[in-house]
């Protein structure tokens, strides 16, 4: 009987080798359909959004050129770390959801299915606002229509590329981000034109230049709101851990993890400093995307026409793509948490094309509920959702630096050699470490600072009632054992 069984696995892995791998969890109902390219525009998608598009002049405002450069490089740095903790741990166990399943192991299981259930109110919550800003937006260009009718057409779009299959959801979010990067890519050069002069500026006879990078001091507000900044910029590089999701539905995550995580940084890296140098060498720091974004600014200044509708269009973009995102992670979520028998068993069935749409289904009514609660309740239950998102990310990436460290501390208790992994953390304990501490370090700056205190206090909230319900749940279900 067991010969046979294997016979018949080995026949249907020959026959489906792009079907997700088996495991003491069983992960054969998913497939592996992502490729290098999907991964790397995933986890840029992720990142790149509205705080870069819209929200980055305020940071620059507060923090001044030289502040805002700072802040972001150490938010990159700490996104680094933490990548490199996750492709380690990714590629020596490509499993879905992967976050709350390391957790489970090396923490605790109510550890793991906290994990799981802030990272999917997380999304959750996002994919309320992204939907309730994809109408307001359609409403610019078709004023008088109304925006529910827009959002509920996109609500439409994104459930069905979800819904399709891994593929489809991959290949819409490759195109989405796409369209951003080409953006950014677009304003740095066009940025870099007019800053050495090749290129008119409004208020300008000659080229600027880098001079109003230092204008008025290094830091003209003074260091303290660098720090004050810090958590908002951090969270602006939330997204990047949604290559952890993906682990168990790509192709080859041995090799193209890894690939992925060091080719996103340098992008980031490029892409977001590169943008902050050309907005405040193209802006004075007090004007910078106070009352409007420094994308648009910038183009108007130099005289682009239609900057606004353009500018416009690529938020769109990133509103669709990180509502695409949203669903899919949440989404994930759920199966995973199901495929590690921590919910009901019905959320990880799968179609024949490997998509949870239970859970998928379940993930969708989260976020219409999100968007509903941003009208009927927004005070108490969207706030505390949305206020905390920025705050779960961050408490993954500390649990995914924690789980790298004991996984090699079990490796070593094991007799395991680290030249056994395909891809390993370079200079350990150091890059675990310093991930750990610069993440903790903006859980604590959040309660440092009056403007982000509610958002922690939620996030505590919901952490403590994510363990009562684990625990409660353990009780009724052992003693129905």
Not at 2 to 19: G, I, K, L, N
Not at 360 to 371: E, F, I, N, P
């Amino acid at each position: 009987m067991a010969s046979s069984e294997t016979q018949a696995t080995e026949t249907r892995r020959a026959a489906h080798p792009d079907e997700g791998e088996a495991h003491a969890g069983g992960h054969t109902g998913l497939q592996r359909k992502m490729e290098t390219r999907h991964l790397m525009m995933i986890s840029l998608g992720g990142v790149i959004g509205t705080g870069l598009f819209l929200s980055s002049g305020y940071t620059i405002h507060q923090a001044g050129p030289i502040g805002t450069i700072l802040a972001y490089a150490i938010g990159a740095l700490n996104v680094y770390m933490v990548m490199l903790c996750l492709g380690e741990l990714a590629t020596d166990m490509p499993q879905t959801g992967s976050f709350h399943v390391y957790a489970k192991r090396f923490i605790g299981p109510a550890t793991g299915f906290t994990v799981a259930i802030i990272y999917f109110l997380a999304w959750m919550g996002a994919l309320g606002s992204e939907f309730t800003a994809s109408g307001l937006i359609m409403q610019k260009w078709f004023p008088g229509s109304p925006a529910w009718a827009w959002s509920a057409l996109f609500i439409v779009l994104i459930f069905t590329l979800n819904a399709l299959s891994v593929r489809s959801f991959a290949e819409a979010e490759f195109w989405f981000a796409g369209i951003k990067v080409v953006a950014i890519i677009v304003f740095i050069a066009i940025g870099t034109l007019a800053i050495v002069g090749i290129l008119p500026i409004a208020g300008y006879s000659h080229a600027p230049g880098l001079t109003n990078l230092v204008k008025d001091g290094v830091f003209p507000n003074g260091f303290a709101p660098v720090f004050s900044t810090m958590s908002t910029v951090v969270f602006a590089f939330s997204g990047t851990e949604l290559l952890g999701v993906t682990a168990g539905e790509t192709k080859n995550p041995g090799e193209n993890i890894p690939k992925a995580i060091h080719t996103t940084f340098w992008r980031l890296a490029i892409f977001f400093i590169g943008s902050i140098v050309v907005m405040s060498a193209l802006i004075p720091w007090q004007d910078a995307g106070v009352d409007k974004s420094p994308f648009v600014l910038v183009f108007d200044a130099i005289g682009l026409p239609f900057a606004g509708d353009l500018m416009n269009f690529v938020v769109l973009t990133a509103i669709l793509s990180a509502a695409n995102s949203g669903l899919y992670a949440s989404t994930r979520m759920l199966w995973s948490l199901s495929n590690e028998h921590m919910i009901p068993q019905v959320f990880s069935r799968t179609t024949k094309h490997g998509v949870p749409l239970i859970a998928l289904c379940t993930a969708m009514l989260g976020g219409l509920l999100a968007l509903l609660s941003s009208v009927t309740a927004a005070s108490v239950i969207y706030l505390a959702l949305v206020s905390s998102a920025g705050l779960a990310i961050v408490i993954v990436w500390i649990v995914l630096a924690v789980c790298e460290i004991r996984f090699r501390l079990e490796m070593r208790r094991d007799g395991r050699d680290v030249g056994e992994l395909s891809f390993h953390t370079p200079a350990w304990p150091v890059v675990p470490i310093v991930a750990l501490v610069l993440s903790v370090g903006t859980i604590v700056l959040s309660g440092v600072y009056e403007s982000m205190r509610s958002s922690l206090m939620y996030m505590v909230v919901i952490i403590v009632l994510c363990y009562v319900v684990y625990g409660i749940t353990t009780a009724v279900t052992g003693r129905r054992g």
